[in-house]
């Protein structure tokens, strides 16, 4: 496979990977190919049997992206075996915690299987705690995990105000204990967070029992490649200074102004520091091949980044910004003008309440409700129905499984390998249940329910369902599923509402979501209330600010224009986005 690369590109394809090395990749710069070239580079000359390098990054996406375009570049059937490509979640646990799990947690597993499964929050499990906590009851064992860095109790219930009350407590010794006592169970019963397994790591990391497992593993990876570095938490900083120390080179490939994951303790400042603490060299990817310099030199001012260098500059305006007096749902028409010619356009907003404003659908649904509303809306014909379909059916099987999820993947489990695969299964289960007659929905609940009920109890064993699907949808076979409360004889159409077409037919994302994607067009929507970091005056306050951050990695998804949608603007403010390269409309 023949491409042209450019002469920074080029210097780290051919870096040493004896030393460390951070290549710093501004967004359009082509890093995942690189990447997948130095990867393969590697591999085709890998002299360090029997060990392997290992590609990491932090979703099952990118991973699957990143091993395609490898295999590109390798000659027809090599084996990526010794090396090993995924996401840093699955390379602990598959190398660090798994070979010495039942050591770890004591669970022996069941039919010789002593997997531990991973779960979220959101999993019905029964492991409390003994006593009750601040009148909020007995805790669950997967609803808080120990904080590695100052060994106290984080509380991450799922509920962000449940957490802030349980975090606020100044905790005695006898809960603390009672606290692990029931952390042991579960992991003893083979249940454990992502969290927890990183906690079992650093305990095969830095104690003296395991020095030589982890001399082993050094040898057996000594270079880790880190795909979009700037997502590290601390925690998994300190189990790669651990690995650092004892002879692990670390390749960090990203773009520290692209940090917006400090909900789960990511912090640039802390990877930056550990950059420098260990010397690493540093080399650059300052060409956008992506977007119009009218769109960079935006992106350039909210972080106070320099040196990137884009496509051709236009002379008409490219970065636009409309207003809206009360909802930014008055704005369609406009966008749609904007929008004329080109195909893919995507609506950008910092949380779901805003985006939802641009969807038509009924809220506050019970789960039978999202089967049902799934049926109703399924329509191949149709993208924008059929998305939202396969959204509501998914959010309707991840109910029944004790799962833990990928974002942005239509609920896929962790433990499926393939976000493809598991969206094919959503698809082909609709159509099974529509072809028997589950989408007659002018009958009661009460028919309809029990008919509902066989066919999902049926779905791991159809043919269409991959064997790795089906060991993960066994809970659906022993599943009851009952008519909302007091509708038992209602009609289940009249429950539903009307599911007309949403208002705006464009593709809409999270922030988080369209992270890393490329648009002709991106339409970034601005909260009506200023003081969060929904609200543009943030996004422009502190260029250091994850607020900044957040319009950064939004501003950067377009390749044609850039258009941010905000509340009607005051003179002053007018000039203020003047000034910073928008054209007011």
Known sequence: MSVEFTKEQLDYVGSSIEEHIFLEACPGSGKTEVVAAKVAKEI????????????????????????????????????????????????????????????????????????????????????KTQYHYAQRGQICAHHYSLN????????????????????AIQLEDWQVRDLKATKIKMLGNGFATYRDIECLALEVLSGEKYENFVDLFVRRYPLIIIDECQDLSEEQLIILQVLSGKGTQLHFIGDLH????????????????????NCFTSLKLTRNFRSCQNIINICTKLTKREEIIGNVSWLDPRCLVVQ????????????????????????????????????????????????????????????????????????????????????????????????????????????????????????????????????????PKQSFCHEDIARVLTPLEKVNLRAPSGEAKSKVSKSLGATAKPSLLYRKSTIHGAKGETHDITIVISSDRAGNDSHWKSWLKNPNSEAARFSYVASSRPKEYLIWAVKTLKPEEKEQLKGLGFTIV
């Not at 990054?57 to 375009?69: C, D, H, K, P, Q």
């Not at 990526?80 to 602990?92: A, N």
């Not at 399924?378 to 993208?383: A, Q």
């Open 44 to 127: 085709n000359s890998w002299k360090k049997n029997p060990g392997g390098l290992a590609a990491l990054s932090f979703s099952n996406s990118a991973t699957e992206e990143l091993t395609i375009r490898v295999s590109k570049y390798l000659p027809h059937g090599r084996s990526m075996f010794p090396h090993f490509l995924g996401t840093f979640d699955s390379f602990i646990y598959k190398n660090i915690v798994s070979p010495l799990s039942i050591e770890l947690t004591r669970y022996v597993g069941e039919s010789k299987d002593a997997s531990i499964r991973i779960i979220e929050p959101s999993a019905l499990l029964g492991y």
């Open 324 to 459: 809206y007096n009360n909802c930014p749902t008055e704005l369609v028409e406009i966008f749609e003008e904007k929008c004329n010619g080109y195909n893919n356009n995507v609506v950008v907003a910092r949380g779901h309440s805003t985006l939802s404003k641009f969807q038509a659908s009924t809220t506050n649904l019970k789960n039978i409700q999202k089967l049902a509303l799934a049926i109703k809306l399924y329509d191949p014909k149709d993208m924008e129905a059929m998305n939202l379909s396969l959204w509501h059916f998914s959010e309707f099987i991840r109910y029944h499984l004790k799962e833990s999820y990928k974002p942005n993947s239509f609920n896929c489990p962790q433990s499926v390998d393939s976000s493809l695969m598991w969206r094919r299964f959503l698809y082909e289960s609709l159509s099974h249940l529509i072809n028997n007659s589950l989408q007659k929905i002018d009958i009661d609940w009460s028919n309809w329910v029990k008919k509902a009920k066989m066919l999902i109890q049926t779905l």
């Open 258 to 277: 692209q940090a917006i994951y400090s909900f789960r303790g990511v912090d640039p400042a802390k990877v930056s520091q550990f950059i420098r603490n």
């Open 148 to 167: 590695l860095i100052n060994e106290n109790i984080i509380f991450e219930t799922g509920d962000s105000k449940l957490d802030r009350a349980l975090n």
